[in-house]
């Protein structure tokens, strides 16, 4: 019989605020991929997982972004902000559904694994009412404790509550829970408001857990896992994280990265096997690397796919839309946008190639250039295979170069060219003997002697 669980994401309030930015905080990115899309990409996603996600008001930015990252997920509105408790009954409805296990996370934590809600519903599996995530901080000032007697949570002390000796205690609340769905309501439903603040705190379900005689648990993580965003800081923490952890990833997977420090991937990269990365290379969102590609230094990669035994860079740019096929070649200072090669291209120096399909084999000279652009609207340019298109060539859109065609070197070419044949576009040389010699004599007699100053 498969578990049914609901997974309730608290979007954390004041979106924005401490990040000195107008972008709601949980759509800042970590690694190419905002911040709650990392919570949901961890998130339970079985046949009979859901996910409730409770927001403020006003926020339809991360409405539209939660429904594009996982369609399907019931947003709910918390219209004031009255604690986590109050925030997480937001989505009563989803709740009331009826799943096994409830897992309580926070959009602004993208550190959060997977395999970590598989271990606190585990802990409900075992007979557990409630498990809480805890890590053991290095610094504990300002994190409620989790007080733990033999193998079960006793209570979680705020720091302004704590004795001295539950102030030594490293072992801290990370906020992410997990309640067994028959006993959730119950337990959610007890947590009153009587603190200083009028609020109602999701902690206080340790206690409510103990006076209805059932168990509450606590599953560690690393401090690294649950770190929240709050500031620019904290979000280029994170970052960092978020990098070592896709480094280790590829690395484990064969990639090999000659200095894997000065590498910046995404969430989502995806790499084929004997793949080569070199020194301060740039990954975007949305790339695919195959089997054997090379990706040499200084290059930036978005929205790209490269194909088997590719050579990249260095200092290319690929931008999103590049398709490149088994053995392409794109070389120092090549640019591409929404272009698609065929098998063996060369595009070795100093190109830009936009708007563009290219056969196989064909060759591109340095300097040429795909003017895809009027001002108003993009055009393509089609170039056959094996076509070859000389140095610092002007391939003005749209346009078509036929299989086989020899673009003659400095042309600007406007008009399709037939297949196999030559084409050359140049002004006539205009040549005047001496005509140097004698300009310089000119300025030489017309120059005025300076006088005493």
Wanted: charged share 25%; proline share 4%; hydrophobic share 45%.
């Amino acid at each position: 019989m498969s578990i049914r669980s609901t997974l309730t994401i608290v979007l954390a309030a004041g979106e924005g605020t401490r990040m000195r930015s107008s972008l709601p905080k949980v759509l800042h990115p970590v690694a190419g991929r905002p911040l709650v899309a990392h919570v949901l990409a961890a998130a339970p996603d079985g046949a009979n997982d859901s996910v409730a996600v409770v927001v403020g008001p006003d926020h339809q930015p991360v409405v539209d972004e939660i429904a594009r990252v996982r369609p399907g997920t019931k947003t709910y509105v918390q219209r004031e902000r009255l604690g986590t408790a109050h925030a997480v009954l937001a989505a009563r409805e989803a709740i009331e559904a009826g799943a096994d296990d409830i897992l309580i996370a926070f959009g602004d934590t993208p550190l959060i694994n997977a395999d970590t809600f598989t271990r606190l519903r585990a802990a409900l599996k075992d007979g557990a009412a409630l498990a809480v995530l805890g890590f053991r901080a290095a610094d504990p000032t300002g994190y409620g404790r989790l007080l733990v007697e033999k193998d079960q949570l006793v209570a979680i002390r705020e720091q302004a509550d704590a004795s001295e000796a539950e102030r030594a205690v490293t072992l801290c609340n990370a906020g992410v829970m997990a309640f067994a769905g028959k006993a959730a309501l119950k337990i959610l439903d007890r947590i009153g408001n009587g603190n200083s603040k009028g609020e109602y705190y999701l902690t206080d379900a340790v206690a409510i857990v103990h006076e209805l005689g059932l168990r509450a648990a606590v599953i560690e993580t690393d401090e690294d896992e649950v770190r929240g965003i709050n500031t620019k800081a904290q979000l280029a923490e994170a970052e960092q994280v978020m990098q070592r952890r896709l480094r280790q990833a590829a690395l484990d997977a064969g990639v090999t990265l000659i200095a894997p420090e000065t590498v910046f991937l995404s969430a989502d990269t995806i790499f084929g096997k004997d793949v080569t990365i070199e020194p301060f290379v740039v990954i975007g969102v949305g790339v695919a690397i195959e089997d054997g590609a090379v990706i040499h230094s200084f290059s930036n990669i978005v929205g790209a796919r490269i194909g088997k035994n590719a050579s990249i860079g260095p200092y290319a740019r690929l931008r999103p839309g590049t398709v490149l096929g088994e053995g392409v070649r794109i070389g120092n200072f090549v640019e591409t946008k929404a272009a698609d090669l065929e098998t063996g291209v060369k595009v070795n120096h100093l190109t830009y190639i936009g708007d563009t399909h290219i056969g196989a084999n064909a060759n591109i000279g340095a300097g040429t250039i795909t003017c895809n652009y009027d001002g108003f609207d993009k055009h393509r340019t089609e170039i056959g295979a094996g076509a070859f298109v000389g140095s610092n060539s002007s391939l003005v859109a749209p346009v078509k170069i036929g299989a086989g065609a020899y673009v003659g070197s400095g042309s600007v070419i406007s008009k399709d060219v037939p297949d196999d044949a030559l084409v050359v576009e140049r002004s006539p040389v205009s040549l005047r003997e001496g005509w140097a010699r004698r300009f310089r004599e000119m300025k030489m007699l017309n120059r005025k002697p300076k006088g005493p100053k």
